[in-house]
């Protein structure tokens, strides 16, 4: 997609940048001109990957699923830049088979980060961008949050909630000129499929019903380089063999 250049002067940050749809997405974000904060838990791996995408990728080290870390981040990443344009949620978790045999504790993680997480980092950039009158927020969604995936019910319930949360704040911050999107992939190659049912995962690697981390950060610059007056709310990208 030559959507190139056209985030030139932005700034943006993305959660979950050190891997997987997280670091395809801050990629092209630089790529179409964007200064991007890299956030995620791993400085390792964040530092290795801001070295390779270029001084304007600049790392955040921020555990998101610790209640102060966490609550720190947007004055870290405000530190780091003068200012925010775009915000991309992305950071995730995933479990799948059945409830009877989820962990309790896993449950708690999955639902923290996918659901109070989000939430929490959208609530705390929005007296930012409602100061500036403009700005783009996305979240990482899922088509699990559109269609009841019953080989998951405690990730695809924490993409219901999400689905909705993303849909209902954009209705109430219209009128301060932001943004609120979301992307809703289906089946992507990252370590999030690792935890995937083995059966599940070996049908669709024989299936090629898996799409790149690339797929999901095209539809991503489509959704952020369309004028002002457009909003494009949801992007379902599913592999085409993909059956649900």
Same mark, same amino acid.
């Given at each position: 997609? +030559?959507?190139? *250049? ?8 993305? !959660? ?5 749809? %997280? ?11 964007? !200064? ?11 530092? @290795?990957?801001?070295?390779?995408? %270029? ?8 555990? $998101? ?5 966490? +609550? ?5 990443? $405000? ?7 775009? #915000?991309?949620?992305?950071? %995730? +978790? ?15 993680? /999955?639902?923290?980060?996918?659901? =109070? ?25 899922? /088509?699990? *949050? ?18 909705? #949360?993303? @849909? !209902?704040?954009?209705? @109430? ?7 609120? +999107?979301?992307? =809703?992939? *289906? ?20 299936? *090629? ?10 539809? /991503? $610059?489509?959704? $952020? ?5 457009? !909003? ?13």
């Amino acid at each position: 997609m +030559a959507l190139s *250049g056209n985030l030139e002067g932005k700034t943006a940050a993305v !959660t979950g940048a050190a891997s997987g749809i %997280g670091r395809a997405c801050a990629e092209s974000m630089l790529n179409a001109g964007a !200064t991007v904060v890299l956030v995620d838990r791993d400085k390792t791996a964040l530092d @290795q990957v801001c070295g390779e995408l %270029g001084e304007r990728a600049i790392p955040l080290v921020v555990e $998101l699923l610790d209640s102060d870390s966490c +609550a720190g981040m947007v004055a870290q990443i $405000l530190d780091k830049v003068d200012h925010l344009d775009i #915000f991309h949620a992305n950071a %995730g +978790a995933y479990v799948g088979g059945d409830l009877i045999d989820a962990d309790t504790a896993t449950i708690d993680r /999955v639902i923290n980060l996918n659901v =109070s997480v989000a939430m929490k980092n959208v609530h705390d950039i929005l007296p930012h961008m409602i100061e500036r009158g403009t700005g783009d927020i996305l979240v990482t969604c899922s /088509v699990a *949050g559109h269609y009841p995936t019953w080989w998951e019910p405690v990730y695809a319930s924490s993409k219901y909630a999400i689905n909705c #949360f993303v @849909q !209902t704040t954009r209705r @109430q911050v219209i009128k301060h000129g932001i943004r609120v +999107a979301q992307v =809703s992939p *289906g089946p992507v190659s990252s370590a999030l499929l690792n935890d995937w049912p083995e059966e599940n995962l070996r049908k669709a690697k024989e299936t *090629g019903s898996i799409i790149d981390p690339q797929e999901v950060a095209d539809a /991503v $610059l489509f959704i $952020l380089t369309r004028p002002r007056n457009v !909003t494009i709310r949801d992007v379902i990208v599913l592999p085409t063999n993909f059956d649900i």
